[in-house]
């Protein structure tokens, strides 16, 4: 007995209606998905009406509708980019053979492992900034926190159909305990440790959307490849979402910048004493809190030697950034990569076979696409006329995976003792007086058009909407 009317209540292109064996599991699960939002979605939110963008399909006219929604109705909807024909494998052992329109039994366990960390961040993101809306900005950016949540949430959904549809009862199983790991929680954490971090202030949220969901960016970019059809249809969807919570980042961070640097000029100081007292975020702070978000982030790619990537990769379930894009042979064997380890209390660069490297690969593809946004922000710093520069730190600093795990390397890439890390660190990541000040800022403004000191408004509305529009309607 059905209750649902699924083509209503789950927008999909994947005939749901027509699989009844996947209808009864997502019956099952969608009150318990629910259940997980109402306990650990945005807090007090419930009955606000938010004015989000749903997808309805993966068509230009489709995948952006606007409109004032309640978070719970959200229609969290299942969509698969449209297939390519005759689509080959491109990558690895396999390559040249038709891809895999079922999962292979003898990599069944891996596949499913990838699915279920991938799918694991995405609850795990939201109930890191669940209590985020309370401190917010304004309308304008509670809007874009929730429109992040509400596609976290459907990049949950995302993953838990293809563990229903592909993996059986295993499948239903994994889709349950994604409902049930909590972010930072003792006894059953989120997979990923960076995923178990607090976001616990609003710049905290924006470096977060800039450098944590990059890191989503370029999985979902890896898994697009995978020979595994249904999982690259998937996550090429997602990918579009994906770019929004990536602007929340960049524009929010430029729009501090903008505040910051408009005071600086008023006030005609550098003095972060003074620009405290003023209410904006000082620059030096704005650098603390970047090594901090770039470096716990580029720890997410893994171990820079790795032989589950090199699997990964022989047996085409996860590619590289862009593989269809690269001129070699896609088979990678023979070749080596450069990977960073200490020795003699110096950083040396070692070559190890490029396929046991692949994490790495991802990781500098990564760091440099992290960097261009820096730069933007940058301009911004130059365009007040301010001689301060934003740059990430080396990739050795902070890390906590890999051959340079608890490596002591300063943010500019030099080895240093215990003794000077310590003296330094309040300088290089945000010290418990920097997180209390910014904390200390974060007030809730709801009148529409308003914002909070500390921030500048954005130059544009959301869907060509005016900036004092009423973006959430809190009933
Ligand atoms: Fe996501
Ligand atoms: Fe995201």
């Known amino acids: 007995m059905s209750t649902i009317n699924y083509s209503d209540k789950i927008p999909n292109n994947v005939n749901l209606s027509e699989d009844r064996t996947l209808q009864r599991a997502l019956e099952q699960w969608q009150p318990n998905y629910l259940q997980w939002w109402g306990d650990m979605g945005p807090d ?203 602007f929340v980042g960049e524009s929010g961070i430029s729009r501090v910048i903008s505040r910051t640097c408009a005071a600086m000029n008023e006030l005609k100081t550098d003095d972060v004493t003074k620009l405290r007292a003023a209410g904006v975020i000082d620059l030096p702070t704005l650098q603390r809190y970047l090594n901090f978000h770039f470096s716990v982030t580029i720890d997410l790619f893994g171990a820079d030697e790795s032989s589950n990537a090199a699997t990964f990769y022989n047996t085409g379930l996860k590619g590289r950034f862009e593989e269809g894009k690269r001129n070699d042979d896609h088979m990678l064997k023979g070749q080596t990569y450069k990977v960073l380890a200490v020795q003699n209390g110096q950083l040396v660069e070692r070559e190890v076979p490029m396929l046991n490297a692949l994490n790495e690969v991802l990781r500098d593809d990564y760091i440099k696409d992290s960097i261009g946004g820096v730069e933007r922000w940058n301009k911004v710093i130059e365009k007040a006329g301010i001689p301060f520069r934003l740059k990430t730190p080396h990739k050795a600093f902070h890390r906590n995976i890999g051959s340079l795990s608890g490596a002591k390397v300063s943010p500019e890439g030099r080895v240093v003792s215990d003794a000077e890390w310590k003296a330094n660190v309040d300088n290089w990541l945000p010290s418990g007086a920097d997180r209390a000040f910014v904390a200390s800022l974060m007030g809730r403004v709801v009148e529409p058009g308003m914002f909070a000191n500390w921030i500048a408004p954005p130059v544009m509305g959301i869907n060509r909407q005016p900036v004092d529009f009423e973006y959430v309607r809190f009933n």
């Not at 159909?161 to 059986?168: I, N, P, R, S, T």
């Open 44 to 246: 007090g939110s419930q009955n606000f009406d938010v004015y989000l963008r749903t997808a309805v399909s993966v068509d230009p006219q489709g995948w952006a509708q606007f409109g004032h929604v309640k978070m719970p109705d959200y229609r969290w909807g299942i969509f698969l980019n449209p297939a390519e024909q005759d689509r080959k494998i491109h990558f690895g052992d396999h390559k040249g053979e038709a891809a895999w329109q079922d999962v292979p039994g003898e990599y069944r366990a891996n596949l499913r492992r990838i699915i279920v960390t991938q799918g694991d961040t995405e609850p795990a993101s939201v109930e890191q900034q669940r209590h985020l809306g309370l401190t917010a900005p304004s309308q304008y950016d509670l809007r874009n926190l929730f429109q992040v949540n509400v596609e976290e949430g459907r990049h949950l959904w995302a993953m838990v159909y293809l563990l229903h549809k592909y993996f059986g009862r295993d499948g239903r199983e994994e889709g349950e305990a994604l409902l049930e790991r909590r972010s930072g929680q003792e006894n059953n954490p989120r997979i990923l440790q960076a995923f178990n971090e607090q976001t616990p202030d609003w710049l905290s949220f924006f470096m977060f959307t800039y450098f944590t969901d990059r890191d989503g960016k370029f999985q979902l970019c890896a898994l697009a490849e995978s020979s595994f059809d249904p999982l690259a249809r998937t996550t090429k969807f997602m990918l579009t979402e994906e770019a929004h919570h990536m």
